[in-house]
């Protein structure tokens, strides 16, 4: 059974700094993983999708990477802003879930100005 | 990428009734799903809804409870039935396109 983690739960930096944001996963036979920020209350924007073969995916500010040797994937965020603050979710396909996306619990950021 | 809206945005519910939720993508998807994202919590799988043919549930939900139609390959329903204030939650419709899963803006159910 695959299972995700993220760690921290919330993470509160000030404006400027660039964030780290931690994905953990058991089965590292995975097809994709995607990353998705969540406002309060709203739907999910897929921000980055790193596929199996691939080992890293950038956007703007946006990086993430993927070491599935070591079953993680880290997005990092460079000079955060207050419209940064979200819940920052990631999720992955993989044949122990039967082809579905499975996803981690999030990490609520909240970046001060 | 896919465009994907959810009517209604919110609603609120007396239970033991029923509630229907459309998802419409705007161009045509193979794979159409729908998640439960209950208070403070991520997002669970209720099924895969499937083109032509009964809907895919996970452990833990059934038919009875959530029936979900796909008449095409650019639209889903699911319905809450004979609900409770358990199901108070935000659900979901994503769609892949072709690999990248996108997602509706979620419909925010209370049930009082």
């Known amino acids: 059974k695959q299972e995700v983690t993220q760690i921290p739960a919330a993470l509160s930096v000030p404006e400027g700094e660039n964030l780290v944001l931690n994905c953990s996963f058991t089965?590292?036979?995975?097809?994709?993983l995607q990353w998705f920020r969540q406002d309060p209350g709203k739907g999910l924007t897929s921000l980055l999708l790193i596929q199996s073969s691939q080992r890293e995916q950038t956007s703007g500010r946006l990086n993430a990477s993927l070491d599935k040797s070591s079953g993680r994937s880290t997005l990092y965020i460079a000079a955060s802003q207050p419209g940064d603050s979200a819940t920052y979710l990631c999720?992955?396909?993989?044949?122990?879930?039967?082809?579905?996306?499975?996803f981690g619990g999030g990490t609520r950021v909240l970046v001060k100005p | 990428s896919a465009v994907i809206s959810q009517k209604p945005s919110r609603d609120i519910c007396q239970r033991g009734t029923s509630l229907t939720i459309q998802c419409q993508v705007d161009?045509?998807?193979?794979?159409m799903f729908w998640y439960r994202q209950q208070p403070g919590q991520s997002l669970t799988l209720i099924a895969t809804a499937n083109q032509g043919s009964e809907a895919t549930y996970e452990s833990g939900f059934v038919i009875d409870k959530f029936p979900i139609s796909r008449p095409n390959l650019t639209f889903s329903t699911l319905t809450v039935s004979n609900m409770s204030p358990e199901d108070s939650s935000i659900y979901l419709c994503s769609a892949e396109s072709p690999v990248e899963q996108f997602f509706g803006p979620g419909t925010r159910l209370t049930v009082l």
């Open positions: 089965d590292s036979a995975i097809y994709n």
């Open positions: 161009s045509q998807v193979t794979m």
């Open positions: 999720a992955l396909v993989s044949g122990a879930a039967g082809n579905k996306l499975t």
